[in-house]
Nanobody
């Protein structure tokens, strides 16, 4: 199992920046994929960014060019650098880890961190 703890959320004005961190309770060297999702009030949870083995990354179209996901395997931490924030980026941001176990995948979630962007 792996516990995930997010931090770094808060209130920021439009155009500002925040960096979210996701600290895992164990080594992330062998974790296949880690990502950030977000859920705004009344909306479904959506993928924001994911980083896979070999540091391959994918982003939602809405955040491309503004957000950057990275991982520090030695600190067991995944980051989401968010620049040029917009009010529509307001949501609870969740860290996610997909761990390959045998022939299956186990998915883990953090508790979420609130990001609020004021106009």
């Amino acid at each position: 199992q792996v516990q995930l703890v997010e931090s770094g959320g808060g209130l920021v004005q439009a155009g500002g920046s925040l960096r979210l961190s996701c600290l895992a309770s164990r080594s992330i060297f062998s974790i296949n994929a880690m990502g950030w999702y977000r859920q705004a009030p009344g909306k479904q949870r959506e993928l924001v960014a994911v980083i896979r083995s070999g540091d391959r990354t994918n982003y939602a179209e809405s955040v491309k060019g503004r957000f950057t996901i990275s991982r520090d395997n030695y600190k067991n931490t995944v980051y989401l650098q968010m620049n040029s924030l917009k009010p529509e980026d307001t949501a609870v941001y969740y860290c996610n880890a997909d761990v390959i176990v045998g022939i299956g995948i186990e998915t883990y979630w953090g508790q979420g961190t609130q990001v609020t962007v004021s106009s």
